[in-house]
C-alpha cells in the first residue's frame, strides 16, 4: 500500500505497522481499474521484452485502451480474433448455470497470440464457489453485502469495449 501511496495508511495503520487483508484489497481496487471497469491489468509480455508488471495504477478506460494497444502492436487480425473469442466466451457464460449459480472471485482472463495462434482463456478458480441456494448471478449487477455478485460480465462488457475501440 505504501509504496502506491504513502499517505493512504491511517494513523492506526501506522501505529501497528499492518492493515488487513480486506483494507488492502478495498485499497487496490480503488486505486486500479477495477473500481472503475470491473477488471485490471495484472500484467503484459511482449515479445522480445520483459514483462509490464507493475500496472497498479492503470485505472481509466483511456489507460487500459493504451496498454491494449500497446499488447495489439496495431495488429487488426489479433484485435478482431480476440473480440470474437470473448464474445463467445460472454455467451457461453451468459447461458451457463454453472455461472449463474457460482460467485467467481479472483478469476483472470488470460490473452495470448503469437503469429499462429490468438486465444483467451479463463483461468484462476480457486475462489470460486457456489452461492446460497435459490440465489441466481447475473454478474452484472453492483455488488451489495450479500448479494454475491462479481461484476465477472460488467467487466468483460467493459473489456471487450475498450478493444472495439483500439
Given at each position: 500500500?505504501?509504496?502506491?501511496?504513502?499517505?493512504?495508511?491511517?494513523?492506526?495503520?501506522?501505529?501497528?505497522?499492518?492493515?488487513?487483508?480486506?483494507?488492502?484489497?478495498?485499497?487496490?481496487?480503488s486505486s486500479s481499474s477495477?473500481?472503475?471497469?470491473?477488471?485490471?491489468?495484472?500484467?503484459?509480455?511482449?515479445?522480445?521484452?520483459?514483462?509490464l508488471i507493475n500496472l497498479k495504477k492503470v485505472k481509466t478506460a483511456d489507460e487500459i485502451r493504451s496498454k491494449m494497444q500497446e499488447f495489439l502492436h496495431g495488429n487488426t487480425h489479433v484485435k478482431l480474433a480476440l473480440i470474437k473469442r470473448l464474445q463467445n466466451l460472454r455467451e457461453k457464460f451468459e447461458c451457463s448455470?454453472?455461472?449463474?449459480?457460482?460467485?467467481?472471485?479472483?478469476?483472470?482472463?488470460?490473452l495470448i497470440y503469437d503469429e499462429q495462434t490468438v486465444g483467451a482463456w479463463m483461468i484462476d478458480f480457486a475462489k470460486t464457489?457456489?452461492?446460497?441456494?435459490?440465489?441466481?448471478?447475473?454478474?452484472?449487477?453492483?455488488?451489495r453485502v450479500g448479494n454475491h455478485e462479481d461484476g465477472y460480465l460488467t467487466g468483460l462488457d467493459n473489456l471487450l469495449q475498450i478493444l472495439e475501440e483500439c
Amino acid at each position: 500500500m505504501i509504496s502506491l501511496d504513502p499517505n493512504e495508511p491511517t494513523l492506526e495503520e501506522r501505529a501497528v505497522g499492518a492493515i488487513t487483508k480486506l483494507r488492502y484489497m478495498q485499497f487496490r481496487e480503488s486505486s486500479s481499474s477495477t473500481s472503475t471497469c470491473a477488471f485490471r491489468i495484472e500484467g503484459i509480455k511482449l515479445k522480445h521484452s520483459e514483462p509490464l508488471i507493475n500496472l497498479k495504477k492503470v485505472k481509466t478506460a483511456d489507460e487500459i485502451r493504451s496498454k491494449m494497444q500497446e499488447f495489439l502492436h496495431g495488429n487488426t487480425h489479433v484485435k478482431l480474433a480476440l473480440i470474437k473469442r470473448l464474445q463467445n466466451l460472454r455467451e457461453k457464460f451468459e447461458c451457463s448455470a454453472f455461472f449463474r449459480k457460482h460467485e467467481i472471485i479472483g478469476s483472470s482472463l488470460l490473452l495470448i497470440y503469437d503469429e499462429q495462434t490468438v486465444g483467451a482463456w479463463m483461468i484462476d478458480f480457486a475462489k470460486t464457489c457456489p452461492v446460497p441456494d435459490g440465489l441466481v448471478l447475473d454478474h452484472r449487477s453492483a455488488w451489495r453485502v450479500g448479494n454475491h455478485e462479481d461484476g465477472y460480465l460488467t467487466g468483460l462488457d467493459n473489456l471487450l469495449q475498450i478493444l472495439e475501440e483500439c
